[in-house]
């Protein structure tokens, strides 16, 4: 209530009573707050007023607003009323009008434009879970394998026919026992695989692998499978 009872104060005014403003105090609190609720803060507030997004902006806004309408308001009331214009109810009348009415309509068009970055941020989103969709029907109707891990080397997808091919699916493991868990050899059919030999690994350092020959022969693969393997490490655009 600061904005309010501070822009009221007598010796600031000099007017003859002290009006409270609790409607545009209210208004102004709950401006305030519309950009904070919009913001996740990143560690403290002043992190609000640092941050680009829509809450960090609109906060900014609203605290000017918030701050320099009443007191411009109040202002010229007080100029009114010392010159005899309006007497000192009219006065008070006034300004919590102008206030009221001036607070809801930039709440009004911070509301414009929340819900016009909100379609926006929906229809981004809505696009990206269409061409996620896609992807994901592609990698199962695929007849070749394929196999993503992260930068880690831990598996995030194995499609039906990586699953298929192998005979087994993602495993928690890390690489140096997918050898064990995988069953794979080198391309005499009976070395096993190294570790820095397996084209994942060797994508994630950076190499580009092109049909890497392996053997694959475990308990669910009994007579073994001969495959061709290519990796690629995926780097942003």
């Known amino acids: 209530s600061l904005l309010g009872y501070l822009f009221e104060a007598l010796p600031f005014f000099g007017d003859s009573e002290f009006t409270r403003m609790s409607p545009q105090t209210l208004l102004s609190l709950a401006l305030l707050c519309l950009g904070i609720f919009l913001e ?54 006034l300004r919590v009008s102008l206030i009221s009415l001036s607070l809801i309509g930039v709440a009004l068009s911070s509301a414009d434009r929340i819900m016009e970055k909100e379609g926006q941020r929906l229809k981004i989103q809505s696009e990206a879970q269409d061409k996620a969709r896609l992807l994901q029907t592609v990698l199962e109707s695929v007849g070749e394998g394929v196999v993503i891990s992260d930068e880690n080397g831990k598996f995030l997808s194995f499609n039906p026919a990586a699953e298929r091919i192998v005979g087994l699916g993602m495993t928690a493991d890390s690489s140096d026992r997918w050898q064990s868990v995988y069953g794979v050899y080198l391309e005499d059919g009976v070395t096993p695989c190294p570790e820095d030999r397996f084209p994942l690994v060797r994508a994630l350092r950076g190499e580009n692998v092109d049909g890497d020959v392996q053997f694959i022969r475990h308990p669910g693969k009994p007579l073994g499978v001969w495959i061709e393997v290519s990796g690629r490490a995926l780097l942003d655009p």
């Open 40 to 93: 996740e803060i990143p560690g403290s507030l002043a992190g609000l007023f640092e941050s680009g997004s829509l809450g960090g902006a609109e906060f900014k806004r609203l605290m000017a607003y918030c701050a320099l309408m009443p007191l411009l308001i109040n202002l010229a009331s007080a100029w009114f009323q010392k010159h005899g214009m309006i007497g000192s109810s009219s006065a008070t009348a």
